[in-house]
């Protein structure tokens, strides 16, 4: 039998900090320091990352992140990009944007994963993100390379019409039975946020790539100076 005794320590401002473990801390903290600190581009606006907005609709932050997304892996022959607004955790303020800024919105160390998809797996990937919309859950899609419509007077699992590819610089319907390529994140690669689509139909699935964060400051830097926006990719009935 193991047996365990005793009452909790209240740490509190009686308790004397120990000085060479603060010390220790401090030292250790340097170097993170530095690559929060390190700037990584300039945006001439803020970008808006708000939960409200993020889990309900288009946003600036969904925008930037799931475009840097898909530039990272376009060579790879994949058109979409799927990413859930419950991933996007701060805003960034107009001017430098740091490392650390960038960390603050993706904090969760999420790799990029690419896979295959059929269409009609898509739009039920899809269907899964606007199925819980009124409560601000985090499974919304934030999207690139794709745009759909959203009738939120619908049941859920029968909200999402009007589902488009970008294909040759335009726009084209969706093709229930052709296989498209796919960028997510590893959470939702494996089911996470309700996509478990993305984990049982996946094919030729790769879960291991760079960190998210870490794609979305390299995107940022390529761009110098960022504009923050919005588009027609998502719009809601």
């Known amino acids: 039998m193991i047996k365990a005794e005793g009452e909790p320590i209240l740490l509190d401002a009686s308790v004397e ?12 903290a340097k170097p993170l320091d530095e690559i929060r600190n390190e700037v990584v581009a300039e945006a001439t606006a803020a970008i808006g990352g708000e939960r409200s907005v993020c889990r309900a609709e288009v946003c600036e932050m969904g925008v930037l992140v799931t475009e840097a997304m898909l530039d990272r892996v376009k060579d790879q022959g994949v058109q979409i990009a799927i990413q859930n607004g419950g991933g996007l955790r701060a805003s960034i303020d107009a001017g430098e944007v740091t490392m650390g800024e960038v960390l603050t919105v ?3 160390q999420n790799t990029l ?30 999207v690139a390379g794709l745009k759909y419509t959203i009738d939120k007077s619908q049941p859920a699992g029968q909200r999402i019409s ?4 970008l294909e040759n610089d335009a726009f084209v319907p969706i093709d229930p039975e ?11 690669r494996g089911g996470g946020d309700g996509y478990a ?8 699935a790769y879960d291991f790539g760079p960190d998210l964060a870490d794609v979305v400051a390299a995107y940022l830097g390529e761009q110098k100076s960022y504009k923050a926006y919005t588009d027609d990719r998502i719009t809601l009935k």
């Open 178 to 188: 052709k296989v498209y390529g796919v960028v997510s994140n590893n959470y939702m």
């Open 17 to 28: 900090p120990d000085a060479e473990f603060i010390a220790r801390i401090e030292e250790l």
């Open 197 to 204: 689509v993305f984990e049982t139909n996946g094919m030729n």
């Open 113 to 142: 994963a690419t896979f295959q998809l059929k269409g009609a797996d898509v739009m039920s990937a899809l269907e899964n993100g606007a199925s819980q919309i009124e409560e601000g859950a985090g499974r919304f899609a934030q």
């Open 162 to 165: 009007d589902v488009m590819v």
């Open 106 to 108: 993706l904090p969760f």
